[in-house]
């Protein structure tokens, strides 16, 4: 079979199994695009949902409604409760997407109908910044075209299987998509469960790694890599592990910090009540203190990623 007849084939096989499970994200123009993957349950990128996110359009036209929304904003994805009225879902790949294999991208656009594109896997391994400005690591990046209203829908092998969900346009012909490996589809699972990760917080927000390093400089200290703390929850845990606004926190457990990012992956697997050891250093001083991690507090309606709500994600970083 030649490559030509190999294509004409995906594209045939994404018609039959994977375009009847796609799912329009928003009613007024092209939103996002979701993927049925399993009974009652859509998933979707989670900037999708922010807005119109409960408004969706199915393959065969019909309109309805999402009765739950849950989200977790750190990894980009939701899953929302709605009649999928039997649609048959998608399959997952087992095999990570690898450099140079030929992709399909598909979306469905709301009042537009489906779209259908070729590609390859450009690179691997890649991390984006996701809506609340965090690294998101484990995507690649592939060369198939995508209009306005892509994001949230699948990139797909050429036995028709999911390997990665489209989020964001990088540029130069690229996209970035999060690999649907078995850490992935393990949140995707605990989503449709109605739960959210429970992570481990501090209640410190930090600045970027370059301004932190301009103001330091600015005021006559030394040069060093870490997390500069602009502002601390009051009676959050930094607070009454006695951090202050403008410390450098240069280490976490034992492990160097350059960035915000960093510490944020050194609370991942620490769940509320996780003793977190912090390097800070003030001023010419060098501290060690420790602060016992909670929940992240309640924000009020709308703005926590719970059951059937949303955080309306800013880009900065808060911990």
């Given at each position: ?108 656009l709301a009042g537009r109908g489906a779209r259908v594109s070729f590609g390859i ?84 927000g930090l600045l970027p790694p370059e301004l932190a390093r301009r103001l330091r ?103």
């Amino acid at each position: 079979m030649t490559f030509s007849e190999e294509l004409m084939a995906a594209v045939a096989s994404a018609r039959r199994s994977t375009l009847p499970a796609l799912v329009a994200i928003g009613t007024r123009g092209p939103t996002g695009t979701g993927m049925v993957v399993a009974d009652g349950k859509v998933l979707t990128s989670a900037h999708n949902v922010r807005f119109q996110g409960r408004s969706l359009v199915f393959a065969d036209g019909a309109r309805r409604r999402a009765e739950q929304i849950t989200a977790d904003i750190s990894q980009d994805l939701a899953v929302l409760s709605v009649d999928t009225s039997g649609a048959t879902p998608v399959s997952f790949a087992e095999e990570d997407a690898e450099l140079g294999t030929p992709v399909l991208a598909v979306a469905n656009l709301a009042g537009r109908g489906a779209r259908v594109s070729f590609g390859i896997v450009a690179g691997v391994d890649q991390a984006f910044r996701g809506p609340e400005g965090r690294r998101i690591k484990g995507g690649f990046e592939h060369t198939a075209p995508l209009p306005h209203g892509a994001s949230g829908g699948p990139v797909l092998d050429f036995e028709g299987r999911v390997l990665g969900i489209n989020t964001r346009r990088m540029g130069e012909g690229l996209y970035a998509a999060l690999s649907t490996g078995p850490q992935l589809r393990a949140a995707i699972d605990l989503l449709s469960r109605g739960e959210t990760p429970v992570r481990g917080w501090l209640g410190v927000g930090l600045l970027p790694p370059e301004l932190a390093r301009r103001l330091r400089l600015a005021v006559g200290l030394a040069e060093r890599s870490g997390a500069l703390v602009r502002e601390v929850t009051p009676d959050g845990p930094a607070a009454k592990a006695g951090i202050r606004k403008g410390d450098l926190l240069v280490s976490a457990n034992g492990v160097d910090l350059e960035s915000a990012d960093d510490l944020y992956a050194s609370l991942l697997g620490h769940g509320p009540g996780s003793t977190v050891k912090l390097g800070v250093v003030r001023g010419q001083d060098e501290l060690e203190v420790e602060a016992v991690t909670s929940a992240e507090p309640e924000r009020g309606s709308g703005d926590r990623p719970h059951r059937g709500h949303m955080r309306r994600g800013g880009w900065g970083h808060h911990e």
